[in-house]
């Protein structure tokens, strides 16, 4: 059973938008996409009704060697792009029984996978024999070299202050995607954590967690069933970095009385700078030297503005990256934001699905994980 929506799909033959290829609107089967900090715009799934002839010109066969793959995909609300990706799966029925096709889009980080970096290789820059270097100036040559389907406006990635110091750590034949977040160097010096996302007009962003302000607020009888539940196995006040095989020096955190100590071991690369470790233990422990709240929620009702907020407004603009409070759960004001694991939260992740006209929010203490392992899981392609 199909569904009506206001959002419309429109395909392209490349980001460039030089010939439309399709525009999808009206009675959608299925209309699905999502934000994920690190990568921005993760994953879209769209499935409509359309006759065999239709779905031939997306399918890579004999005479169409590519069909529409590598399409680019715009999700819009009128004018506004919301979502936007590129086509890494088609399929359809072919028993007859229903003709609909299906698209699954992957935003543009997962093209950060498409091809290696090495610093070693034939014109880049050898980070281990150029001395101090900052992490920012890495991750624009890499974008630069082996992504060319990211824009070349580079400038919303900003510097998180870390020196990489002559490490060897981009020596290694590796996609983009993975020498950005394996590395420790998205954790600068005071702890903070830093994140990589890519969102409208393949635009590259790299910038410090911003918890400065409030950007949506929703009330209690606006969420689906949803449970809190606080879990102290994911309390640890004593961590231990060890860089490759070597131990470093451990730091402990305050601990309330009637608190065991817990200790906690986080492995970074090897050739990891000694203060770059340091500043990766101290993020973790300021993270997990607390309760943690083990949750996802499902918005069903009105979103609305932090500020200004009289009218809701489509539930789909909420992304990864935005804070998001729960107004009426204990009494709070917006002009103090704190990310207390009960009301506010910082959002890493939302999937909308239009068919419920529910919105799925992940935020980010929600996973029994550090972020150093999270950000891991963010390997678009492949999820």
Known sequence: MGFQTSLTVTIWNDYNKGTLWDTLEGEFNALRFSTRFNGGFKAATITIERDLAHVWLYAAIENLKRGRMFGHVEIQEEARVIWEGRIMG????????????????????????????????????????????????????????????????????????????????????????????????????????????????????????????????????????????????????????????????????????????????????????TAEANAERDRILNERNQVQQSQRFVIQGDVKRAVGGMASVPKWRVRAGDVLRIEDLVPATVSTVVLDNLRTFFIVETEFDASTDQLTVTPDRARATISSMLVKQVALESA
Not at 92 to 116: H, K, V
Not at 149 to 155: G, L, T
Not at 205 to 220: E, L
Request: hydrophobic share 35%; glycine share 6%; aromatic share 12%.
């Open 90 to 273: 088609v399929g359809f029925d072919p028993s007859g029984i229903s003709e609909e096709l299906t698209l699954e889009a992957l935003g543009y980080w997962s093209s950060c996978r498409d091809q290696w970096y090495d610093d070693q290789d034939a014109g880049n820059t050898n980070w281990a024999a150029a001395g101090s270097s900052q992490f920012d100036d890495v991750v624009k040559e890499m974008l630069t070299k082996s992504c060319p389907d990211i824009s070349s406006n580079q400038d919303n990635i900003d510097s998180p202050g870390v020196d990489i110091n002559a490490t060897e750590a981009f020596h290694t034949r590796k996609y983009v995607q993975e020498h950005i977040v394996e590395s420790s160097f998205l954790t600068d010096a005071d702890g903070d954590q830093w994140y990589f996302w890519i969102y409208e007009d393949r635009i590259p962003y790299m910038k410090q967690r911003d918890i400065s302000k409030v950007h949506w607020t929703v009330k209690r009888f606006d969420l689906a069933s949803s449970r809190i539940h606080q879990d102290a196995a994911w309390w640890r006040n004593n961590i231990l970095p060890v860089v490759g095989s070597t131990e470093g020096t451990e730091a402990a955190g305050d601990r309330p009385t009637g608190v065991p100590i817990r200790d906690y071991q986080t492995t970074v690369s090897a050739g990891t700078p």
